[in-house]
């Protein structure tokens, strides 16, 4: 059975970081490709970030780049999403999502869009990004 386990959301002042965690269990890590989705009220969920675990590649949605960092801890099973310089517009629920990867990757079939490759998410953790 796949669990995800988020942490790290919060209120946070624009230009600000916070630090995501998500934990990983009932899965083979190395197999799998785990990332962050996210929804904001009134708005049609987005991939955010992704990283397949065997070999660490990733994927960033353009509004995120240079900003947000995902990285992990095979030794954990978990994934963090580092997110800096934080805007309102980042306000939303955040989602840790999985699925198993099926070769050939392409990061944008799993993260790509609304994220519907991903096959397993979170309950979520809200992230405010407020003055």
């Known amino acids: 059975q796949v669990q995800l386990v988020e942490s790290g959301g919060g209120l946070v002042q624009p230009g600000g970081s916070l630090r995501l965690s998500c934990t990983a269990s009932?899965?083979?890590?190395?197999?799998?490709?785990i990332g962050w989705l996210r929804q904001a009220p009134g708005k049609e969920r987005e991939g955010v970030s992704c990283?397949?675990?065997?070999?660490?590649?990733?994927y960033y949605v353009d509004s995120v780049k240079g900003r947000f960092t995902i990285s992990r801890d095979n030794a954990k099973n978990t994934v963090y999403l580092t997110m800096n310089n934080l805007q309102p517009e980042d306000t939303a629920t955040y989602y840790c999502?999985?699925?198993?990867?099926?070769?050939?990757?392409?990061?944008?079939?799993?993260?790509?869009?609304?994220?519907?490759?991903?096959?397993?998410r979170g309950k979520g953790t809200l992230v405010t990004v407020s003055s």
């Open positions: 999502a999985t699925a198993k990867v099926e070769e050939p990757f392409n990061s944008e079939n799993y993260c790509g869009g609304a994220g519907y490759g991903m096959d397993y």
């Open positions: 009932g899965v083979t890590f190395e197999y799998y490709v």
């Open positions: 990283v397949r675990i065997k070999d660490g590649s990733t």
